[in-house]
């Protein structure tokens, strides 16, 4: 049984950086495939950053150029640099494995003065 679990969310300002993390256990093959996804009080849960088993990367409008997502198979762990954080990120962040359908828990990120 395959299950992900998200870490490196906390309390910035505005500007910093932060590092998500999200880890597989059990049997899994590849951790391409993922996607970093948020969700803000109030709103639909959003795709924010996905790798593709090729190894392409896409990102939506507002992160890009300030998130990376990166994956480390030989860890079986997908990451998300965020950089350049703004109040409006502030969210709790999901990651999803596309082959499995699974989801992590997520991890809170908040952006405040």
């Known amino acids: 049984q395959v299950q992900l679990v998200e870490s490196g969310g906390g309390l910035v300002q505005p500007g910093e950086s932060l590092r998500l993390s999200c880890a597989a256990s059990?049997?899994?093959?590849?951790?391409?495939?993922m996607g970093w996804y948020r969700q803000a009080p109030g709103k639909q849960r959003e795709l924010v950053a996905q790798?593709?088993?090729?190894?392409?990367?896409n990102y939506a409008n507002s992160v890009k150029g300030r998130f990376t997502i990166s994956s480390d198979n030989a860890k079986n762990t997908v990451y998300l640099q965020m950089n350049s954080l703004k109040p409006e990120d502030t969210a709790v962040y999901y990651c999803k494995s596309h082959v499995f359908g699974i989801w992590g828990r997520g991890t809170q990120v908040t952006v405040s003065p």
């Open positions: 059990g049997s899994i093959f590849s951790m391409n495939a």
């Open positions: 790798i593709t088993s090729g190894g392409t990367t």
